[in-house]
């Protein structure tokens, strides 16, 4: 069967891999998945169709058979259950591993974010310097936790997993902040990601479509 994921036709992320079908794409390509995407615009998005799949009218999504899935972690993790390659064989090690999973999207991925989109929120108001003072504190706190959890490892959990997958693709948020610099392990970690073949064939194809759209 055939698995179609959706992105975005024209991707708001400036073909930088940051938009969220990457850390599909990247997923599939570690497991070594063949698939198809579909490219809807934003107003397709909160069509009937779209909203059939992802009743949040967001990307990417996952269709299957007769299997539709939604949210970038949830599918991480079908995909990780199912083929090798981003779960240990170790039950104990393999339950770290979606520990880190919900641990960057659940605990590390929600501050980066907000200090992400403040600027467009509240960049026009007297106080948004203020404001951006006490999110980036609030950034550097979970990064000072993560780094002195990583240390000089590699990876979180002794091989790299689909833990480590998210978790790098949660830190490129910072991309442009200058806030990872402070912490030269962790800039280190996403560098390593970001140098396995998994990762830069699914950012070249992510790049490939805003590339289109941007010279259609």
């Keep these: 069967?055939?698995?179609?994921?959706?992105?975005?036709?024209?991707?708001?992320?400036?073909?930088?891999?940051?938009?969220?079908?990457?850390?599909?794409?990247?997923?599939?390509?570690?497991?070594?998945?063949?698939?198809?995407?579909?490219?809807?615009?934003?107003?397709?998005?909160?069509?009937?169709?779209?909203?059939?799949?992802?009743?949040?009218?967001?990307?990417?999504?996952?269709?299957?058979?007769?299997?539709?899935?939604?949210?970038?972690?949830?599918?991480v993790l079908h995909l990780a259950e199912r083929h090798a390659g981003l779960l240990p064989d170790d039950v104990n090690a393999r339950a770290r591993a979606i520990t880190w999973m919900f641990a960057a999207l659940n605990?590390?991925?929600?501050?980066?974010?907000?200090?992400?989109?403040?600027?467009?929120?509240?960049?026009?108001?007297?106080?948004?310097?203020?404001?951006?003072?006490?999110?980036?504190?609030?950034v550097r706190t979970r990064l000072d936790q993560l780094s002195s959890r990583l240390g000089e490892a590699d990876w979180l959990d002794g091989v790299f997993s689909a833990g480590d997958l998210l978790m790098v693709m949660v830190l490129r948020r910072l991309d442009g902040t200058g806030i990872l610099e402070e912490y030269p392990n962790l800039s280190a970690y996403v560098a390593r990601g970001e140098t396995r073949p998994a990762y830069k064939r699914a950012y070249d194809a992510q790049l490939a479509v805003f590339t289109a759209a941007s010279t259609g």
Excluded at 5 to 29: Q, Y
Excluded at 40 to 67: C, N, R, W
Excluded at 108 to 137: H, N, T
């Design 1 to 75: 069967m055939t698995i179609t994921i959706t992105a975005f036709e024209r991707s708001p992320d400036g073909g930088k891999g940051l938009a969220r079908d990457m850390r599909v794409r990247w997923a599939l390509e570690e497991v070594s998945q063949p698939y198809e995407v579909r490219l809807v615009s934003f107003s397709a998005m909160k069509e009937p169709a779209h909203l059939a799949i992802h009743p949040f009218g967001q990307i990417p999504t996952y269709e299957e058979g007769d299997l539709a899935l939604f949210e970038t972690g949830a599918i």
């Design 107 to 138: 605990t590390v991925e929600p501050p980066i974010v907000e200090r992400e989109q403040a600027p467009f929120v509240v960049g026009d108001k007297p106080w948004c310097e203020e404001l951006l003072s006490v999110l980036d504190d609030r």
